[in-house]
């Protein structure tokens, strides 16, 4: 490289300093920046291709342009940051006008189109990001959240496209517990429950200290039927959220599924503490009361919980059937029929009136 080269490299590269102090300074100190930048970018431009040109010669103005591309760059990522995604998506739309090969332009916007909630044209910035770099592991990881989006349209394609950005993250980093965690999640909606609970259990070997990452592993548990596995990973999600509700409410559902009642009562019980209006946790205890043959108190529990919600059709429901197990049948029909008229729909309470009938009991 001769001497003329190196000082255009200096010049370019002293035009860049001058043109991005400036960027960052006006960013703090003027009123308001984006009227400054706007205005003077043309200045700063200038500046840095004199500087080029006077120290080392006009074969410096595509350093200057990239330079250029860089502060817009810079400008959108302090936009990201502030959450300003309209100003940076513009400012990254600039870099990528005068420099269409930056790749880290089309990432930004990419990130900025996604958090604003527009999947689509993040999705292919984060294509032409990769396409500029393959091994961005970000980019995969945000283009993996953003075709959830696509779930959302009912683009059930989208999974194994999830899948493969994720497992793309992992190959360029095996020790990213979110990338298994949400890589599980598609798989488990794809029906390969063992290997989703396979990609929770890296998950949690990973970072043990996340309590969602239990309460997902458990709901795989629960749909293959690994009730007793499903118990302890709620309980240990419980251990690091003690006042998580849903938590206590879907451990609670468990216990009484597998005739532990009185272990279902203890969580709703907890849950009840914290949250003593919610009609549906009363219905929760009473089904567990039932279920052990405290009859009084499982109707004493669905009447509190119509009090709270007098329009609670599952409540009427519940105490019928402890009143048809009462052999108060009368009592038991005339709940049924009040569940219906809050739910005309609702079959279970057509079918146990017809049951009543055909056992032949008079009303």
């Known amino acids: 490289m001769n001497t003329f080269m190196l000082w ?9 300093v001058i ?11 003027v009123i308001d920046p984006n009227w400054f ?15 080029g040109f006077v120290i080392g010669g006009t074969s410096q103005t595509t350093q200057a342009q ?4 860089n502060v817009y760059l810079n400008r959108g990522d302090l936009g990201s940051a502030r959450s300003d995604y309209g100003s940076a998506i513009a400012d990254y739309t600039e870099s990528i006008q005068i420099n269409p090969q930056l790749g880290k332009a089309f990432y930004g916007r990419g990130l900025a189109e996604y958090m604003k909630g527009d999947s689509q044209h993040a999705i292919a910035d984060f294509d032409q990001a990769l396409q500029l770099d393959p091994d961005d592991m970000l980019a995969y990881f945000y283009r993996g959240l953003a075709r959830q989006g696509e779930l959302r349209l009912g ?37 390969q429950y063992q290997w989703a609970a396979n990609d929770f259990d890296q998950a949690i070997a990973i970072n043990p200290t996340l309590p969602e990452i239990y309460h997902e592993r458990a709901d795989v548990r629960r749909t293959i039927g690994n009730n007793s596995g499903a118990i302890d990973d709620y309980k240990q999600a419980i251990q690091i959220k003690p006042k998580d509700i849903n938590l206590r409410i879907f451990l609670g559902d468990v216990l009484r599924n597998t005739k532990d009642y009185i272990g279902a009562i203890n969580q709703y019980n907890e849950v009840i503490k914290l949250t003593p209006k919610d009609a549906r946790l009363y219905a929760f205890r009473a089904e567990a009361r039932f279920g052990r043959g405290d009859y009084a108190g499982a109707i004493a529990d669905f009447e509190s919980a119509m009090q709270l919600d007098p ?34 729909n609702h079959p279970q309470s057509k079918a146990m009136i017809d049951y009543v009938i055909r056992a032949g009991v008079k009303k």
Not at 19 to 29: D, E, L, Q
């Open 8 to 16: 255009g490299l200096f010049g370019a590269t002293a035009g860049a």
């Open 311 to 344: 329009q609670y059709a599952d409540a009427y429901y519940g105490r019928g059937r402890v009143r048809s197990a009462q052999s108060n049948i009368n009592g038991a029909i005339n709940d049924f029929r009040q569940t219906l008229w809050l739910r005309p």
């Open 37 to 51: 930048f706007l205005r003077m970018r043309g200045w700063l431009v200038l500046i840095g291709a004199v500087i």
């Open 155 to 191: 683009n059930n394609a989208a999974l194994d496209n999830i899948i493969n950005d994720f497992s793309e993250v992992l190959r360029l980093n095996p020790k990213l517990a979110d990338a298994y965690q949400y890589r599980a999640r598609a798989l488990y909606l794809r029906g």
């Open 66 to 69: 990239f330079t250029e591309a």
């Open 19 to 29: 043109m991005a102090v400036v960027a960052v300074a006006v960013r703090f100190v």
